[in-house]
T-cell receptor
């Protein structure tokens, strides 16, 4: 099984940088996903890391350390529209083949003026 | 763009009813998933399927069953609805297991 931990809430200022951390404990770890979910909407894919290191995609970057069971999502030049819940999800390989995702409870980010 | 369509945004049913939630995807994806999302508990996997007529239990399958008769359609069935099944239900699909899952808009189900 898997255990995913991420902060419940964070607040940041428009234009600033914020880092959302996620730690995981897992068997058969096969990669880590980050999703964004606005209130009342479906989660949308942000990033996927399977190797150690930083993946940059525009204003968003995601980092993974497999040895530490740790990931973070970095949001730069924050905008009001970035106010949302950010979901960390670890992929677990199954003994019978295939994979499944286990999601954290999400970090609610509030961007203020 | 991938389109995952859930049949209803809001649904109200009574305790003991048999409830069907339908999900259709238009991208010929192999894998489909059903989750429920509750405050403080996040997204939890109920069932998933990696091929037609195939199904696998997720983390919380009790009280639910699924059906995948066609590749594009994955149905979640509440055999006898109970109040603790009041929740937001989200369907997702993906081409491969290391590919992003694409979510539908969700069905907010209330069991009275």
């Amino acid at each position: 099984g898997q255990n995913i931990d991420q902060p419940t809430e964070m607040t940041a200022t428009e234009g600033a940088i914020v880092q959302i951390n996620c730690t995981y404990q897992t068997s058969g770890f096969n990669g880590l996903f980050w999703y964004q979910q606005h209130a009342g909407e479906a989660p949308t894919f942000l990033s996927y890391n399977v190797l150690d290191g930083l993946e940059e995609k525009g204003r968003f970057s995601s980092f993974l350390s497999r040895s530490k069971g740790y990931s973070y999502l970095l949001l730069k030049e924050l905008q009001m529209k970035d106010s949302a819940s950010y979901l960390c999800a670890a992929m677990e390989g199954l003994t019978g083949g295939g994979n499944k995702l286990t999601f954290g409870t999400g970090t609610q980010l509030k961007v203020e003026l | 763009d991938v389109k995952v369509t859930q049949s209803s945004r809001y649904l109200v049913k009574r305790t003991g009813e048999k409830v069907f939630l339908e999900c259709v995807q238009d991208m010929d994806h192999e894998n489909m998933f059903w989750y429920r999302q509750d405050p403080g508990l996040g997204l939890r996997l109920i069932y998933f399927s990696y091929d037609v007529k195939m199904k696998e239990k997720g983390d919380i399958p009790e009280g639910y069953s699924v059906s995948r008769e066609k590749k594009e359609r994955f149905s979640l069935i509440l055999e006898s609805a109970s109040t603790n099944q009041t929740s937001m239900y989200l369907c997702a699909s993906s081409q491969g297991y290391n590919q992003p899952q694409h979510f539908g808009d969700g069905t907010r189900l209330s069991i009275l």
